[in-house]
Nanobody, 118 residues
Framework: VQLQACGGGLVQPGGSLRLSCAAS????????MGWYRQAPGKQRELVAS???????NYADSVKGRFTISRDNAKNTAYLRMNSLKPEDTAVYYC?????????????WGQGTQVTVSS
């Protein structure tokens, strides 16, 4: 199983980005997909998550600005980030909790850098 995250980059404060995370390989079903971020010197934190049924959860710091969605047919999750702030600067990682022939486990993507700066 591989998770490929992309969409990061450099953006000015107030700008927008959309991240995507595609899961591939031997997958029976994906339960939860989520986005986490880690800024320099800080612990990795949950940004947003979404269940297979579409239930979402957001960190307080991104509520109203970020939107997580997923396409179950494509095993892909998206994170739309609006009104970006310098404090959103971090490496963003996606995670998927999924079932395959090995049972249930969590898989992580490689991370994509988001830098918010003027």
């Amino acid at each position: 199983v591989q998770l490929q995250a992309c969409g990061g980059g450099l953006v000015q404060p107030g700008g927008s980005l959309r991240l995507s995370c595609a899961a591939s390989g031997s997958i029976f079903s994906i339960n939860v997909m989520g986005w986490y971020r880690q800024a320099p010197g800080k612990q990795r934190e949950l940004v947003a998550s979404i269940t297979s049924g579409g239930r979402t959860n957001y960190a307080d710091s991104v509520k109203g600005r970020f939107t997580i969605s997923r396409d179950n047919a494509k095993n892909t999750a998206y994170l739309r980030m609006n009104s970006l702030k310098p404090e959103d600067t971090a490496v963003y990682y996606c995670k998927a909790g999924l079932y395959n022939q090995r049972g249930y486990d969590d898989y992580w993507g490689q991370g994509t850098q988001v830098t918010v700066s003027s």
